[in-house]
């Protein structure tokens, strides 16, 4: 007898930032047909961290859109915002393990220090989205740091990577799209994991939030393969399951860009008052038919 694939949990996590687009659609649906093939769990689940540039009226709209498109997912929904307590318990066990400090930095402070490393181009250590931090709180005395903190100073939290991998050791996950990875802990630098006005971080709320709903298979678009070496470390620092991952291509206009919010031609609430139907609309998301340039 032909072997049944074991089920699969997935997720689609828009942030209500803006108004849903074929980008997301594309998205979703390689979350919500990794489930169709294998049977199990199709969540939903709303990244609101930001309190800046979150809206409530773009989640009532996004979850209409998905659904008007026939998908639909397991409730509760969960909202990011509501679950603070879990992502600081994860702070602070990091904290407990010596491998996240307060950073006083502000970005100028920060922008200042690279620009004057730049001198040395040797000095300026390279990521995936630029320069990345130079350290500058990273060796300052505990006691300095604490006294810093309890006298109300703002600060972010940060995590010594460097530090972190001694304690973790060689780190690799499974790919479904490439294989085997093995974890380059260091390719972001010591990554933010909690911000001076929020308390968390993509990356810490993330990890945290998949370990949490029991997400087996990571589905996000391409231009994330770099969070998830990361992801990796703080998995093995928090001691969370493992799951698979599958990064696929991103949805590209006609003109070969990266769709994004303010791509109001790709906006699915501009296809719908354009007469399309979900059908058309999820051709497109799949890429079986083409943009246009139409609104």
């Known amino acids: 007898m032909p072997e049944t694939p074991n089920p699969v949990t997935t997720r689609f996590a828009p942030s209500p930032t803006g ?6 659609v594309h998205s979703c649906l ?16 709303i990244e609101d961290i930001d309190p ?22 397991e409730e509760p929904v969960r909202r990011q915002s509501d679950h603070m307590a879990d992502y600081a318990a994860a702070l602070d066990r ?23 490393a730049g001198n040395a181009p040797h000095l300026v250590a390279m990521g995936p989205e630029g320069p990345l931090y130079p350290g500058i709180c990273r060796h300052l005395p505990r006691e300095t740091a604490l006294a810093r903190v309890a006298a109300g100073e703002a600060h972010a939290v940060r995590l010594d990577v460097a530090k972190a991998a001694t304690l973790t050791g060689p780190l690799s996950w499974h790919d479904r799209g490439r294989g085997e990875v093995a974890a380059d802990t260091g390719l972001l630098g010591d990554i933010v994991l909690a911000r001076r006005d929020v308390r968390t ?7 945290v939030d998949d370990a949490i709903q029991g997400v087996t298979l990571v589905t996000r678009g391409e231009d994330l393969f770099h969070a998830t070496h990361v992801h990796r ?3 093995a620092l928090l001691g969370l399951p493992v799951p698979d991952y599958h990064h696929h291509g991103l949805l590209l206009n006609a003109k070969g ?12 609430r501009t296809l719908r008052a ?22």
């Open 257 to 268: 860009e990266r769709l994004s919010k303010r791509d109001g031609a790709t906006g699915i």
């Open 201 to 207: 971080s993509y990356h810490l709320s993330v990890t």
């Open 233 to 235: 470390l703080l998995q």
């Open 30 to 45: 390689f979350a919500a047909n990794a489930v169709l093939d294998a049977g199990g769990r199709f969540l939903l689940r």
């Open 274 to 295: 354009q007469g399309l139907s979900p059908a058309d609309i999820l051709a497109r998301a799949t890429g079986n038919m083409p943009f246009g340039t139409e609104g």
């Open 52 to 73: 800046n540039r979150c809206r409530p009226e773009y989640e009532v709209m996004l979850k209409e859109d998905l659904a008007w498109l026939g998908f639909s997912w």
């Open 19 to 24: 108004f849903l687009h074929l980008g997301h």
């Open 94 to 116: 990091l904290s407990a393990l010596g491998v996240a400090y307060p950073c006083f930095c502000s970005r100028k402070e920060i922008a200042d220090e690279i620009a004057r």
